[in-house]
């Protein structure tokens, strides 16, 4: 915890850079952690914390980023306790900064008069919420501590957490690590985090295990993950309204990615796509204001990108495009019936296997150190800003002159477009100007917001719907069909394959 200098805030303030350890096995941790170099040098300690997470029944505290629980450390034999309240943000991101309270409590009761010396009573003024309070999950996991002194003086405490929450009978593993800034600049936990992440693969995560306690309670965890649109007054500064639109789409993309782990559920995995296009589109659309270039991802990251874009394809025609064929193919035949299924069950196998190498892929250090090394950029902006500051304009400007660029773009390629490689184009172009509309929209003309995202939709739709149908052939040449469904196929393609060039005529119309 950094206690601030400044007069105006003196709460004291946790930043904190949490990381996943998407390791398939969570027993060999420590002992791969103590041998990065960082850690090494520093001897590790041992605590066992016991949690419990407060709110009110109608969550009260969850809604305003707040967080009360009492801490149990060591055993139940000779324990000590502490009260502590955090005040987060609404801003997800992997590196977090709250206000934190901690105070020792004599025993495993709420202290209202520990809250005294915080701003809980900004959030209740008449001491009910207080009143209300109840337990609502616990979480309970072995710490393991690395304190990093560096020679500039900065000190950062590493922690390895493994143990588990629980919420109503349910239970979900805790298995991540902590990089809690004590002195210094934030820089120094990236830097340390890149360190680990040579070694042991990590995913840059952006929920506590509050939000984790919560979701559990509510069976609302690994389950897709939209993040919200941001919401900007017209005099946001320009490298900060960037930051924030980018920070969404990436805490959409890893969130995702860290659900794939455990959930087979195909909306995740195109959550995680969306999240990484609007991270994309954001990134290009705004590339000209940025200080320094975003770090490429590199070839593991892309590899990644492949295998997600092939479950996708995958996913799409299991569960989708083939579903809706099946009754013109079977017209009541068992026989015919029997034939579909067994293609099906292929399908899914393929998909399993699919799923499997994403899975593995994820595992990968180098994965971890590409996002870890986007993240750290992300977070540096403003500070990179600084140096070389943007160029002075009128932002409402801007974002009208950006997306009638757009729209410019989408209608030249509409009108060009004519070979399958083009429709493609005429559909990241009509993405990036939807995703563009959504995130700038505060700062557009309703007008032009409608005009833009209907187009867009239309466009994006339409191809897309034809490019997946034309798609099956590739997807059934991986697999050994009976004659009769391979022909079946077969023709249905070639039928999508024209009617995606007769769609992409009337895109043009749509320009
Ligand atoms: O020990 P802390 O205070 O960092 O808290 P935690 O139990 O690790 O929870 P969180 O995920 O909110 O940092």
Redesign the pocket.
Known sequence: MIRSLSRQAPAPQ?I?L?LSLPMADPARLATQLAQVPALSRHQATHQT?H?IYYDTPDQQLRQQHA?L?L?RVGSSGAPRWLQ?F?MGSSEPSAL?RRS?W?TPVAAATLSHQALKATTWSEIDSDGSLFAALAPCFV?H?E?TLWLVQQHDNSVVEV?L?LGQIEALGQTTPIC?L?L?LKAGEPSVLFDIAHEIAHSVAVLPSS??????GYALAQAGLNRPYRAPLPNFSKDVPVLLMAQQVLRHALTQFTTNLESLLCSDDPEVLHQARVGWRRFKSARQMFRKLMPLAAPQPDAALHGLLTHLGELRNLDVARTETLPALAEAFILGDPRRAQAWQTMMTLLTQLSDQQRETVRQALQQADVGASLLAIQQWLENLPADGQSRPAPRMRLRGWVKQRMQRLNRQLDKACQVANTPAQWHQVRILAKRLRYGTENLQGLMPPRLVKLSLERASTLQSSIGASRDTAHISTLMARLALEPGVAEFLRGFSVGATRALASTAHSAKHIA
């Open positions: 946790e904190e949490k914390l949690n967080v629980r801490r502590t955090k977090s934190e901690e979480t996991f710490r922690a957490d991540e902590e809690e929920m506590s295990k509050g939000q984790r």
